[in-house]
């Protein structure tokens, strides 16, 4: 199996900054590839924040391009999002994903955290 433990957040002033983290544990039958974070709130769609591939491609959504950070170290299966100019709109709960390569069936699976609140008032 595998495990994301999240770890972060909480509550910050406008403009303030937030850094989450979010570190996966597997076994050696599993490959972790794509991992990112996914924002959601009540009555809406989850969706993506940011995401970086195993060879660091990263992606963001619109609304939070130049002011989050995504990035990953390989060596500890750890993602982390560096959260700057914060907004209440920000406020969310976010959920580390990772994409993993299933050796065994050769299957693509998603791993989602336990999620992680992130308040900013205004």
């Known amino acids: 199996q595998v495990q994301l433990v999240e770890s972060g957040g909480g509550l910050v002033q406008a403009g303030g900054s937030l850094g989450l983290s979010c570190a996966a544990a597997?076994?050696?039958?599993?490959?972790?590839?794509?991992m990112g974070w996914y924002r959601q709130v009540p009555g809406k769609q989850r969706e993506l924040v940011a995401a970086?591939?195993?060879?660091?491609?990263?992606n963001y959504a619109d609304s939070v391009k130049g002011r989050f950070t995504i990035s990953r170290d390989n060596a500890k299966n750890t993602v982390y999002l560096q959260m700057n100019s914060l907004k209440p709109e920000d406020t969310a709960a976010y959920y580390c994903?990772?994409?993993?390569?299933?050796?065994?069936?050769?299957?693509?699976?998603?791993?989602w955290g336990q999620g992680t609140q992130v308040t900013v008032s205004s």
């Open positions: 597997s076994e050696s039958i599993f490959s972790i590839r794509d």
């Open positions: 994903n990772t994409k993993v390569f299933d050796w065994r069936y050769r299957t693509l699976r998603d791993y």
């Open positions: 970086v591939s195993s060879g660091g491609s990263t």
